[in-house]
């Protein structure tokens, strides 16, 4: 199994920052996709941004220019610096990774998701 362990969240006023981390762990043997989505109750998970396999990013248009997600490869750790924030951005934010692990017979594909972590943005 692969365990995504996020970090970061808490509540700030707005125009504040706050940076996300999100550690994965497990056997490990390729990272497709890592990346952040969010979700207000009552609605579904929605993308904030991502790494493709390829190394692109993707960001929802709302967070452009003020979120930029980063990584450290050797650490299978991808973090979300979020800056300039706004009440609208208070959701639950998930931590998602995709890729290859090794199994006892061979390889396997994996798509996990972390716990969440609550970000808050009020005054």
């Known amino acids: 199994q692969v365990q995504l362990v996020e970090s970061g969240g808490g509540l700030v006023q707005p125009g504040g920052s706050l940076r996300l981390s999100c550690a994965a762990s497990?056997?490990?043997?390729?990272?497709?996709?890592m990346g952040w989505y969010r979700q207000v109750p009552g609605k579904k998970r929605d993308l904030v941004a991502t790494f493709t396999g390829g190394g692109e990013t993707n960001y929802a248009a709302s967070v452009k220019g003020r979120f930029t997600i980063s990584r450290d490869n050797a650490k299978n750790t991808v973090y979300l610096q979020m800056n300039s924030l706004k009440p609208e951005d208070t959701a639950v934010y998930f931590c998602n990774a995709a890729g290859i692990r090794a199994v006892a017979d061979g390889l396997a594909r994996f798509d996990s998701w972390g716990q969440g972590t609550q970000v808050t943005v009020s005054s």
């Open positions: 497990g056997s490990i043997l390729r990272l497709n996709a």
